[in-house]
């Protein structure tokens, strides 16, 4: 069986989420094919054909452009599988892929099972496992949830590309810059997140004196700023920010996929929950199964002894 990569390509750049598409296709056990628009020294470093489109001639995105791309590579390689991060540029692209395919879609995997695909579901609280009814599928892949450990390496065998495309109506003008962040949490070492567990907004300050005390920042699960007790600027996972941190404090936080994926890359997690089964305690170094709203006032005033 045959995996063909789209990987992605920003600002000259090949975005480091491509690799999670090689680790995703290694942890299946397929055969690898590459495509990308970009530039040749912006290559993927691994042990497989790369179907190269020039960024500078078919611009960085168009949406009917490269799909006619990845068609075209997809005619090439007959693949199983037609992989796409699950990002702004997957959701755009791997339906229109998929439609022209006739294909099923898979969206957001996060894990596999005995090579089925495990997506969430009821908004992140449980999750199922599902499979194509189609010979071919096309698939996208949830940030985080297939990281690439170690050195990229390999040497790929790059063939350019370069389909008949007719003028597109969409023209690529460039980026605009997001908002700019209160806090930028990815550069935080330190990281005490406060989920919905803490109650209420109220309770929120003695998260942020505990972060204070261990002189990091406030983070937040979805449910604690959906709510309106921290502003958006602060909120991990897949709908906000991406962290790695030294030390990770999850307080009252369950561990919905979408949180887990914003944050499993820190380097030590301590997770404060009630509840000595709820999923954070799977990714966490450490768990303390306490109310987590007399645990934390507690902790800060030991630290600040």
């Known amino acids: 069986m045959k995996a ?15 690799y999670e598409l090689i680790s995703f296709a290694d942890r299946l056990g397929v055969e690898k094919a590459i495509v990308l628009v970009g530039s040749e020294n912006a290559v993927p470093k691994a042990d497989a054909r790369v179907y190269l489109a020039n960024a500078a001639a078919w611009a960085e995105y168009n949406p009917e452009i490269h799909r006619k791309i990845v068609l075209e590579a ?6 199983d599988y037609i992989v796409f991060l699950h990002s702004s540029y997957g959701w755009d692209l791997a339906p229109r892929v998929a439609a022209a ?18 997506v969430s579901c009821c908004n992140g609280k449980m999750r199922r496992t599902v499979t194509s009814a189609t010979e071919r599928t096309v698939v996208t892949i949830q940030a985080g949830a297939f990281s690439f450990s170690g050195e990229p390496r390999g040497v790929p065998r790059v063939e350019m590309i370069a389909p008949p495309v007719a003028a597109s109506a969409v ?11 209160d806090v930028d949490l990815a550069k935080a070492a330190v990281i005490v997140s406060a989920g ?82 709820a999923p954070i305690g799977e990714v966490a ?14 902790l800060t005033a030991k630290l600040r002894k």
């Open 74 to 79: 997809v005619q090439r390689e007959s693949p």
């Open 196 to 277: 919905r567990g803490v109650g209420k907004k109220e309770n929120v300050a003695a998260i942020d004196a505990l972060a204070k005390a261990l002189q990091g920042e406030l983070g937040a699960s979805r449910p604690v700023v959906d709510a309106g007790w921290v502003p958006h600027s602060h909120q991990v996972g897949t709908t906000g920010q991406t962290v790695s941190p030294k030390l990770y404090v999850a307080c009252g936080i369950s561990g919905a996929i979408q949180h887990l994926a914003g944050m499993k890359k820190s380097e030590f997690i301590v997770a404060i929950n009630k509840d000595k089964d």
């Open 4 to 18: 063909l990569l789209v990987c992605e390509y920003r600002e000259g750049k090949l975005l480091e989420g491509s």
């Open 101 to 118: 395919l006739k294909a099923a879609q898979i969206s957001e995997v996060a894990s596999l099972q005995d090579g089925k695909f495990e």
């Open 171 to 181: 023209e690529f003008i460039g980026y605009e810059a997001a908002e700019k962040k």
């Open 285 to 298: 170094d450490v768990l303390v199964v306490a109310d987590v709203n007399q645990f934390v006032p507690a």
